[in-house]
């Protein structure tokens, strides 16, 4: 398994996602503010990913904590979550993950438990969303894996693979768990401008796991589409309104227009995390807008005139309209989403009841 991100005993270690697929190397953060410049310099990223890792910024922070008082230490997980939660806006995961383990320690704190127990405690949910993570990848790769072509090509855009999670991935874990059961699929990674997820990291992954893959370029899918050579297309989220608009890698909403057009079925895979229910619609999702040297510049050299002026928001919003199906560990949800997510979410509601 491709260990994305690892909790160890001076802190956690993250495979640097910047220096992929030339160099595998890690870089070990031994406070909460290196895990939170980990995150925003994205040696680590992807929804997933993000989310446990603020988790554990927090819970190490929380650890190192010298605070002798409860109230003491209140006041410093309060600065220890809004400074990782100041990292990226756009992927929820990284508030769901800050916000699980400040919710933990706000009830065991509102119960005087000993700091050294409520230290355990924190440490411990954040090994245990680890686990839940990889654990949600593959229930949600279950459900989605019938939904994958019997035999063709899949269209990904982004990294939505082990390496945006703990180890397994959403899009690219249902294609993962379509493989295990014997369907023959080959994957069309966008190389997925600028930051280049897909030809770095999807392909990367991929061909480690012996998945046939062919990176394209991100304006190639029309074309290929008109061909019959794409038979579906998957994506990752990194945020999914409470009517199933679904924030996720720029470039991904004009895909799923193109899958529309051509008649193919265009997919979002993501845990029940990544549902934002608090958010209506859409156009309520704030985008992150990331350096222009990302676009300036590729691997250091310069491609544009100095001094022009450069767009750089790093996601956009795909409308539900456009969505055949979203995949989450719970199940599979179809249109009309607003209806299908509200009432998964009671479900779960009810069942834990
Ligand atoms: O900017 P990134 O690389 O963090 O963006 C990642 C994506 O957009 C993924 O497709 C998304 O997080 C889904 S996979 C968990």
């Not at 949600?136 to 939904?147: K, P, S």
Request: glycine share 8%.
């Amino acid at each position: 398994m491709i260990p994305t991100l690892e909790w160890l005993p001076e802190g956690v270690n993250f495979l640097d996602q910047t220096k992929l697929p030339l160099e595998e190397t890690y870089v070990l953060a031994t406070d909460y503010k290196q895990v939170a410049t980990v995150i925003r310099d994205m040696i680590v990223r992807g929804a997933m990913a993000i989310g446990v890792s603020g988790a554990m910024g927090v819970a190490l922070g929380i650890q190192q904590s010298k605070a002798e008082t409860l109230s003491e230490l209140s006041a410093e997980v309060d600065e220890i979550c809004a400074h990782l939660a100041s990292t990226r806006p756009t992927a929820v995961n990284l508030f769901w993950g800050i916000d699980r383990v400040h919710d933990l320690y706000n009830s065991l704190a509102a119960t005087k438990t000993p700091i050294p127990e409520i230290k355990a405690a924190v440490v411990a949910l954040a090994l245990e969303m680890y686990d839940e993570d990889i654990a949600n990848c593959r229930q949600l790769g279950a459900h989605g894996a019938e939904l994958m072509p019997q035999q063709g090509t899949v269209l990904t855009h982004c990294n939505a693979g082990a390496l945006a999670a703990c180890g397994y991935g959403s899009a690219l874990g249902v294609i993962r768990a379509a493989i295990e059961r014997g369907h023959k699929i080959d994957v069309f990674a966008d190389e997925t401008r600028p930051y280049l997820q897909g030809a770095r990291l999807t392909a990367w992954e991929l061909m480690k796991d012996g998945i046939p893959t062919t990176v394209l370029c991100d304006n190639m899918a029309a074309h290929l589409m008109k061909k019959g050579r794409i038979q579906a297309v998957i994506v990752g989220a990194d945020r999914i309104a409470a009517n199933g608009d679904t924030a996720n890698k720029i470039g991904t909403y004009g895909v799923s227009i193109l899958a529309k057009e051509h008649g193919i079925p265009f997919y979002v895979a993501a845990p029940w995390a990544t549902l934002d229910l608090a958010t209506a619609h859409g156009d309520l999702i704030p985008i992150e807008q990331r350096n222009p040297r990302e676009l300036t510049h590729v691997n250091g050299k310069q491609m544009t005139p100095d001094g022009v002026s450069i767009e750089n928001p790093a996601f956009d919003v795909t409308p539900a309209k456009y969505i055949s199906a979203i995949i989450t560990e719970r199940g599979i949800l179809r249109a009309p989403f607003e209806e299908s997510i509200a009432a998964m979410a009671l479900d779960k509601v009810i069942a834990a009841a």
